[in-house]
């Protein structure tokens, strides 16, 4: 969606770097972030990208549903590499998406628009590697992982063949995360947007058709959800591929000299906000591993309650991403004032929607639980952890927006630090409280609410000091 600017365009932006703004529509959306009114601006950023990633988060909700109807085996296999696809999500589009992301938008705040362009094929580069990488540890290191986590028998030979279909598409996948992080970097959020949803519907349709069979088609079981989301990364990424390599967007893509400073641009948050984008998961990961400890039916109740946590990752992703680039662009252009603003302003947002959503699923459970299962041995685990964590999850939503924004002013230390407290309360004290002191699943899901309260706590306590949106050396 391409902003229009609420203001004439000023003198002031117009000499902020002393130079002339971009021409054509990237000079509208840069006139927008820097001084059209904050919240609704917020939103016309946020609100394409959420809907669509909230779509695609019922996908993953659907797919779900479609697996439950192979029997519990598949449902435990798919909760086990659940939280691994997650940490690729969250390491590709809020770990280096994110550095890539601040980059740009910091090159457009300062109008730097050859730097804006080389970065895309910088990232580019980046996701060959990284989507390579990923996919040989998960093959080779995917029935270890899984089988330390629990999984046993059926589960175990499910999550294995689930995860070598699914991550076997990391390349496109990374390359998809990188290009869409750019573009909402630079205000384009229409583009990634519109692909996603695309994406949705698609895989909507092929994965029953994948996994159950269909006329001349085989049902290939729990191999078909993996390949359809296989298929749906390719297609993306060519398309976005070619559609960037056109120059009909706010970004250009095309080969360059690769240059370190530009590297370092992506990696000095890149870098960072992925080992925060790795804690949330690897938390998620020994938690897991601790509720495996009391059995299938506590594993299969735990994933289907904690896949509303995930389903606030989209919600709360939109709102960061939106967050990132307003003040990214801002401190770009030495905006500090309306950085701080920006950031608050997006923050209790976060709380506000997230808090709701944690609100409504501590009344009524089994709302939610229901859509995957009756059995009351499934279910009760899942109505405990809704009960016990799911009134917290306000926190996550402030402390997760105000981590974007501190991305966006590429000073990420004090997020790292939060998510590093979180994992230490949830997953370090919860893991000893289960496995040495035998303590039950009401006292390991209290501690992940604990983890919350210190995740928020450690990143509006900086923020409150001024740790982070202060202008200065970054």
Known sequence: MQLKSAVPLSTEASSERGTPPAPGGASGIREAL????ILPTLLKLAVPTTVVLVAQAFVGVAETWYVSFLGTDALAGVSLVFPIFMLMTMMSNGGIGSGVASAIARAVGANRREDADALVWHAVVMALGLGLASTL???????LLYRTLGGAGGALDAAVRYSNYLFAGAIPFWVVNLLAAGLRGAGNV???ATVTLAGAGILVVISPVLIFGAGPLPALGIAGAGLAMVLF???AAL?????LASGRTTLRLAPVRLEARLIRDILRVGLPTALSAVQPNLTVIIVTGAV???GVEALAGYGMASRLDYLLVPLLFGLGTAVLTMVGTNAGAGNFERVRRTAWVGGWLGFAVAGSIGLLAAVAPNVWLHLFSKDEAVLAPGLLYLRIVAPFYGLLGLGF????????VARVFWPVLAGTARMVVAAGVGWVAVVYFGAGLPMLFA???AALVAFAGVTVAATLAGAIFREGPK
């Open 190 to 192: 229409k583009l990634p």
């Open 34 to 37: 820097l001084h059209a009114p």
């Open 233 to 235: 990364y390719v297609g």
């Open 239 to 243: 398309f976005l591929l070619r559609h």
């Open 292 to 294: 495996g400890l009391f």
């Open 137 to 143: 540890l998960a093959w080779l290191f995917g029935p």
């Open 447 to 449: 501690l992940v609410s």
């Open 401 to 408: 927006v105000l981590g974007f924004a501190a991305q966006g």
